[in-house]
């Protein structure tokens, strides 16, 4: 099997590569941290001018016929930069379940001015008690004339401040945490009887906690098929999780070679610290971990469009246990390479960990997806 990029999958890598390299020094991400947003709508604008919130999409729905490869490279670049443009909430997330689930209406409406980078969007289903189940939803959606009517809440949902049209995962339907009677609604951002309350992320991103008090949506409002959301749910999660994946590679990548350019200049008794053969060792150990993480995101991104749902699911919970492991190793390998200033806001180190520990716990950690692996495993 040839694993080798294409020309133009070469191409968009350069382009990725650039653009974090001129938009996303260590500085540059500060000031943009620093903002209202916390991301900036000129780097969003220049995004889809370049194509890349339409390269995953197919062309009959206004896409450019890319997949999960191309979601991959552009992911990785990202991790290096510790990119905070909402690509993932709103292109693979909201972009990716509007695809797969909404009507030919939905889909005008919605994902051509996404691609344009007119639209954006936000994915609501946590909630207090549901850790990493996605089926153990409570909000409750219930039937209101021709409409709808929601109520309950939802936590941590990224980007909610920016969307125009939020993603609710609500129960129509059974009790809790059964898969079967969950339906996604889309909900405006500004409807009548929501309230936010936001708040920026420990790795500088900006989510939401947000209350629905009775708030009526239309019949449109449904996406998809109401109390069959839930496969929709899951598949739009495995890809999500495959891009994560990928920006923790690129993570890992800037976080070992800031580690090892570190180890070359900090001196000791005399000499850089990175002669002694213990961290060149650990430097070693650091470069396979991230290597071992890098097959595995390849691996999955390969295999996340396969008709066989169980064959995604655990392609993408095995990738998500390797960058769990990956990315713990490498984060406190560097921490204790760079001694006390390892965990300081000054230093991209404990920028790049703090964003590895995130991956690691968004949609499930390391046990989580290990103990769902096994279990796929053994029901196969």
């Known amino acids: 099997m040839d694993l080798s990029l294409s020309d133009e999958q070469k191409q968009l890598q350069d382009a990725a590569e650039r653009f974090v390299r001129d938009k996303y020094t260590f500085e540059n991400r500060r000031k943009i941290v620093a903002t209202d947003r916390g991301w900036l709508p000129e780097n969003w604008a220049q995004m889809a001018e370049l194509g890349w919130l339409g390269m995953s999409f197919k062309e009959e729905d206004g896409g450019y016929g890319g997949g999960p490869i191309e979601t991959m490279i552009v992911m990785e670049q990202f991790g290096k930069g510790l990119v905070l443009e909402p690509f993932l909430p709103t292109v693979v997330l909201g972009g990716g379940m509007i695809a797969a689930a909404g009507s030919a209406a939905q889909k005008e409406a919605l994902l051509t001015p996404m691609i344009e980078g007119k639209k954006q969007f936000a ?85 939401s906690e947000l209350t629905f008090d009775k708030v009526s949506v239309g019949a449109d409002a449904v996406l998809g098929t109401v109390d069959a959301a839930f496969p929709v749910v899951e598949d739009a999660v495995d890809r999500a999780i495959v891009a994560l994946c990928a920006e923790a590679t690129g993570c890992m990548d800037a976080i070992n070679a800031a580690t090892l350019e570190y180890i070359k200049t900090r001196k000791q008794f005399g000499v850089p610290i990175g002669k002694f053969q213990v961290l060149q060792h650990r430097m070693v150990d650091c470069f396979t971990n991230a290597q071992e993480a890098r097959s595995m995101t390849l691996m999955a991104s390969l295999k996340i469009e396969d008709k066989d749902p169980v064959v995604r699911h655990k392609a993408a919970s095995g990738a998500k246990v390797q960058i769990g492991k990956s990315g713990r190793f490498c984060g406190q390998s560097a921490v204790q390479m760079h001694g006390g200033m390892g965990v300081t806001d000054e230093l991209s180190v404990s920028h790049y960990f703090k964003r590895l520990t995130m991956i690691d716990l968004i949609f499930g950690n390391q046990q989580h997806h290990l103990t769902r692996y096994s279990n796929l495993a053994m029901a196969a």
Do not use: M
Not at 127 to 147: H, I
Not at 156 to 183: C, F, H, M, P, W
């Open 123 to 207: 994915f609501a289903w946590l909630e207090r008690q549901s850790r990493y189940n996605l089926a153990d939803v409570s909000l409750k959606a219930t039937k209101d004339g021709s409409g709808w009517s929601l109520s309950g809440h939802k936590g941590v949902v990224y980007n909610a401040a920016s969307a125009d049209q939020i993603i609710v995962l609500a129960r129509t339907a059974g009790g809790a945490r059964e898969e079967k009677g969950l339906t996604l609604f889309l909900v405006d951002g500004n409807a009548k009887g929501l309230s936010r309350r936001d708040y920026p992320t420990q790795d500088a991103l900006r989510a």
